[in-house]
């Protein structure tokens, strides 16, 4: 069965400062990966996805991704932090294949934006 | 584009009493989830369906849970009878499927059993 974790369950940055959010995931084939932003109340919205192709992935709201497989692991970056990114972030994975199938989630990380 | 649209956002009811949470999917999506979130266990899946058909329902806590997609449209979770350990926020998600496996979710169902 796939799992993911997420190591850190607050991080706090500094608005305009780079922020890296860790992820890293068990599946013993090759996964789909997703990283989801949720703010207070709200549904979960998706910010990027890897399927397979280029490790490095570019999402919305200038939200990037490194698949490393050798580290099983999907980090999420942003160069600058704005304070309208304060939220929780969750990392999935999904198995491959033709059909649909559920995600697991990684318990979050809250991300707290100082001015 | 409407989104998944989820109903009621906001459900508060007595130990006992039967539940029914309500799911409308993006139209043109096949497969539809049911998650359920709280702070001891995050985000579960509890069961998904494809081409309305039930898939995976390994998540479903117990048989006090039950859940049905009669058309491609609509989707509904019932809970008969709650507990207040079923207290959570439910989320419905849909995904159009087809090799795209991107996931959509609704704006939840914030469930109170007391």
């Known amino acids: 069965a796939q799992s993911v974790t997420q190591p850190d369950i607050h991080i706090t940055v500094s608005e305009g400062a780079s922020l890296e959010l860790r992820c890293n995931y068990s599946?013993?084939?090759?996964?789909?990966l997703f990283w989801y932003v949720q703010s207070p109340g709200q549904g979960l919205q998706l910010l990027l996805k890897y399927f397979s192709g280029d490790t490095l992935v570019q999402g919305i709201k200038g939200f990037e991704a490194e698949f490393k497989r050798s580290q099983s692991s999907f980090n999420l970056r942003k160069p600058s932090v704005h304070w309208s990114d304060a939220a929780e972030y969750f990392c999935?994975?999904?198995?491959?294949?033709?059909?649909?199938?559920?995600?697991?989630f990684g318990k979050g990380t809250h991300l707290i934006i100082q001015p | 584009d409407a989104g998944v649209i989820q109903s009621p956002r906001h459900e508060v009811t007595e130990m006992g009493q039967e539940v029914t949470l309500r799911c409308k999917p993006i139209?043109?999506?096949?497969?539809l989830f049911w998650y359920r979130q709280t702070m001891m266990r995050g985000l579960e899946l509890l069961i998904y369906f494809n081409n309305n058909v039930p898939i995976d329902d390994s998540g479903m806590p117990e048989d006090r849970f039950s859940a049905k997609m009669p058309n491609a449209s609509f989707s509904t979770l019932k809970i008969q009878p709650s507990e207040p350990r079923d207290s959570a926020v439910y989320f419905c998600?849909?995904?159009?499927?087809?090799?795209?496996?991107?996931?959509?979710f609704g704006p939840g169902t914030r469930l109170t059993v007391t």
């Open positions: 139209s043109g999506h096949n497969s």
């Open positions: 998600a849909s995904s159009p499927g087809g090799g795209n496996h991107e996931q959509y």
């Open positions: 999935a994975v999904g198995a491959g294949g033709g059909g649909a199938d559920g995600l697991t």
């Open positions: 599946y013993g084939a090759t996964p789909y």
